[in-house]
């Protein structure tokens, strides 16, 4: 795999990425890579996860050998805040996993496992429902205070997600205090989307490049 890509898009992207990666509870080291795919010859997808929420995000990129590599997420977003934001970067994937990075007059080399080590993303499944990011994020405020902490209480560890021919609701209950937002712009299927995925969710819908980002859809 080969591509060029933008140190300043990369280093967007990655942001977006790491409050699931770098979790310095997750003690899989596998896990602290993230998984970099050619969609086509003009853009990639870069996901990763910690088991318990995934998260993947396409960006443009100039890509002349398509693949599938993992890089180490903390080193390589590392690398990109030290490099000028218009530099380009090219990734050069190595034989044994892993990619050469080379910028300017500099040049990286990324170790990883190979990808076959990395467990599987699901994808989303057909018929999913695109949700605009400033909707979803709103819902997630109004309710998420409501979703207990206790790791006992499993039901209601997460956001009750309702969508019909009239309207989107969130529903949130500790067992206490209950919690609904409702929008009726949102119109139909029903799931249960746990606490931390709604605050991974709830904070990366607000990116420091509104232009770039306030377009991306939510999809359930």
Do not use: W
Request: aromatic share 4%; proline share 5%; hydrophobic share 35%.
């Amino acid at each position: 795999m080969k591509f060029i890509i933008n140190a300043q898009t990369l280093q967007t992207e990655l942001a977006f990425l790491s409050g699931v990666v770098a979790n310095k509870s997750n003690t899989i080291p596998v896990l602290q890579n993230i998984i970099i795919a050619s969609e086509n010859t003009s853009s990639l997808k870069i996901s990763g996860t910690d088991l318990d929420v995934s998260l993947s995000c396409q960006t443009e990129a100039a890509v002349s050998e398509p693949g599938t590599i993992l890089v180490p997420m903390a080193k390589l977003l590392a690398i990109t805040k030290t490099l000028p934001k218009t530099a380009d970067m090219t990734f050069q994937s190595l034989e044994n996993g892993g990619a050469k990075l080379t910028c300017e007059r500099a040049s990286f080399k990324l170790m990883a496992p190979e990808f076959e080590a990395f467990p599987e993303i699901q994808e989303p499944k057909e018929g999913a429902i695109e949700i605009p990011t400033d909707i979803f994020s709103n819902m997630i405020a109004s309710t998420i205070y409501a979703i207990t902490q206790e790791e006992s209480r499993y039901t209601l560890s997460g956001a009750k997600v309702e969508i019909d021919e009239t309207s989107m609701r969130m529903i949130t209950t500790d067992g206490h205090r209950l919690a609904k937002s409702e929008n009726k712009e949102i119109t139909s299927k029903t799931t249960i989307r746990s606490r931390k995925t709604s605050l991974s969710y709830g904070r990366r819908s607000k990116p420091r490049n509104p232009s770039r980002h306030q377009s991306r859809p939510a999809q359930l």
